[in-house]
């Protein structure tokens, strides 16, 4: 169950960093343009395709598939997958850290009964 553990954990880490990386990639391309015309589109895509966060964010996502594939091969998935919901925490703390966001008061309750959820699901 430790190794198990261990894998969701690290396979929503790595997805976590992806989000975040991959959220400050779009804050620095100019996402506050409004996308309205098909070269708009395509002027965001290449600016994306063109920032080398983004590209680690795809590097954390494959390898927090691997985990992730890792996981579901040693567990259950009606076990697995509510453990995965910990990424909602993760993304929570990264957002507030890396990105700066303002956490309200009911971003973190609804994060905090995730957390509860999680603990209920992993003790069962």
């Known amino acids: 169950m430790i190794w198990l553990i261990f894998l969701i954990v690290l396979c929503e880490l790595f997805a976590a960093t992806s989000q975040v990386f991959y959220k400050k990639v779009v804050d620095q391309n100019g996402s506050h343009h409004p996308l309205i015309y098909i070269s708009d589109y395509f002027r965001f895509a290449i600016g994306i395709l063109k ?13 927090s598939t691997i985990f992730w594939l890792m ?29 700066k966001e303002k956490i309200d008061s009911m971003r973190l309750l609804g994060t905090v009964l995730i957390a509860t959820g999680i603990v209920v699901i992993s003790i069962s």
């Open 51 to 63: 920032h080398p966060l983004a590209w680690a964010g795809l590097g954390f996502m494959v390898f």
């Open 71 to 99: 996981a579901l091969s040693a567990g259950d998935l009606s076990l697995v997958f509510p453990l995965g919901s910990i990424q909602y925490v993760l993304v929570l703390v990264g957002s507030k850290l890396f990105l």
